[in-house]
Each structure stands twice: as structure tokens, then as C-alpha cells.
């Protein structure tokens, strides 16, 4: 499985973009990337899956530069409600482990 | 379409005491994970079952069992309760495009 390294925690401001940027440097061929929400007291929640480029769904965009080694996951205009943990995981379709890393507290101020 | 359910979401054990955490889907998902999430920390993969009759080891197995019944259904047993496994335990199940589905979590304290 590959490693997955992301920032302890962000701040943003109401209306501003965020950018969560993960490294998974020893990503293999046929792994997806995936990215979860979490808010207090309850299970993480799916947010946007994807394999190369760009993927945009109706609350974020996911950013794959070529290389793979890497991914940025995009919150447009974040408001209060948007604080919680974000976790990124990579893993292949035949994968049966599945292990979560540190994730990320974004925190968005008023 | 109800997911993921866990029972109970609220348990206190004393040390020493056994207690089974059930989980159930209703997606007809394969694959079924048991994470814990100690406070401010991140989750931990306990046990995985990657179909009916399969189980195997995660990140911190030990001072669990799990058992998967059938399809649908995947519990945790902790057979003698200690302080160190007071956590919130939630379970999960994965559908054919590795998208995880969450339950509730269940809240477990151990005196």
C-alpha cells in the first residue's frame, strides 16, 4: 500500500478556496486516489475518487499531476460547515487492506 | 436503504468484562473493515474481511476477534475488556469501485 503524507491542519476563511495537497510518492500503476471527510463523532464520509488529471465532482475537484506522486484536493469558496478532518487514501481495485493516515484538520474561520 | 448499522453506539464495560460490537450492510458489499479512532487521532484498520468466510489481520489486532457470519454481517468481539481499547469503534464495507461506507460508530469506554 502506498504511504500517504499530508498536513496536520489548515486554516482557511469563509468564501476563501482550500487546498489540501497529499504525497504519495511510492504510488503504484493501478491505484486510485481517494479522499474522505470526517466530521465529529462520525464516520469518515466519501468525497471524490480518481486515477490521473483532473476529477470534479459537486463539492470538490482532485488534482493528479502526471507523475501520480501526488494529489490536491480543492474546496471552492469553503464555508463554517466545511471543517473537519480530511483523509487521503491511495489504494488498487484488488486491494484488501485498506489503512487510513494521518488526514488533515482544516479548520475555517469566519 | 439503511448502509452500514452498528449496535450498540454507547457501551461501558468494566476491565476484564467481554462484549461483541455487531455491524451490518445492506449493500451487498464483499468487503468489510473494523477501524478504531482514539480522540484527536486518526483511524485504525483492526480487521478486514475481504469476502464471506475470510478474515485477516489489520494495523492492531490484538485483544479482538471478529467473525463474518455471512455477507451481511461482520462483528467485533473483545473477549476481556481493557482501558487501552476505549474508543470509538466504527465499521465499514466497500463496494466493486473502493468506495468505503461508514456506520455511526460505536462508543466504547472501559473502566
Known amino acids: 500500500l502506498a504511504k500517504t503524507t499530508q498536513p496536520i491542519s489548515m486554516d482557511s476563511y469563509e468564501g476563501q478556496e482550500v487546498n489540501i495537497t497529499c504525497s504519495h510518492n511510492n504510488i503504484a500503476t493501478n491505484d486510485y486516489i481517494t479522499w474522505y471527510q470526517q466530521f465529529p463523532s462520525q464516520g469518515p464520509r466519501f468525497i471524490i475518487q480518481?486515477?490521473?488529471t483532473k476529477v470534479t465532482n459537486e463539492v470538490a475537484s482532485l488534482f493528479i499531476p502526471a507523475d501520480r506522486k501526488s494529489s490536491t484536493l480543492s474546496l471552492p469558496r469553503v464555508s463554517l460547515s466545511d471543517t473537519a478532518v480530511y483523509y487521503c487514501l491511495v489504494f488498487s481495485g484488488s486491494a484488501r487492506q485498506l489503512t487510513f493516515g494521518s488526514g488533515t484538520q482544516l479548520t475555517v474561520l469566519p | 436503504n439503511a448502509g452500514v448499522t452498528q449496535t450498540p453506539k454507547f457501551q461501558v464495560l468494566k476491565t476484564g468484562q467481554s462484549m461483541t460490537l455487531q455491524c451490518a450492510q445492506d449493500?451487498?458489499?464483499?468487503?468489510m473493515y473494523w477501524y478504531r479512532q482514539d480522540p484527536g487521532m486518526g483511524l485504525r484498520l483492526i480487521y478486514y474481511?475481504?469476502?464471506?468466510?475470510?478474515?485477516d489481520k489489520g494495523e492492531v489486532p490484538n485483544g479482538y476477534n471478529v467473525s463474518r457470519l455471512n455477507k451481511r454481517e461482520f462483528s467485533l468481539r473483545l473477549e476481556s475488556a481493557a482501558p487501552s481499547q476505549t474508543s470509538v469503534y466504527f465499521c465499514?464495507?466497500?463496494?466493486?469501485?473502493?468506495?468505503?461506507?461508514f456506520g455511526e460508530g460505536s462508543r466504547l469506554t472501559v473502566l
Open positions: 465499514a464495507s466497500r463496494d466493486s469501485f473502493g468506495e468505503l461506507f
Open positions: 480518481g486515477y490521473k
Open positions: 474481511s475481504a469476502s464471506e468466510g475470510t478474515t
Open positions: 449493500m451487498n458489499h464483499n468487503s
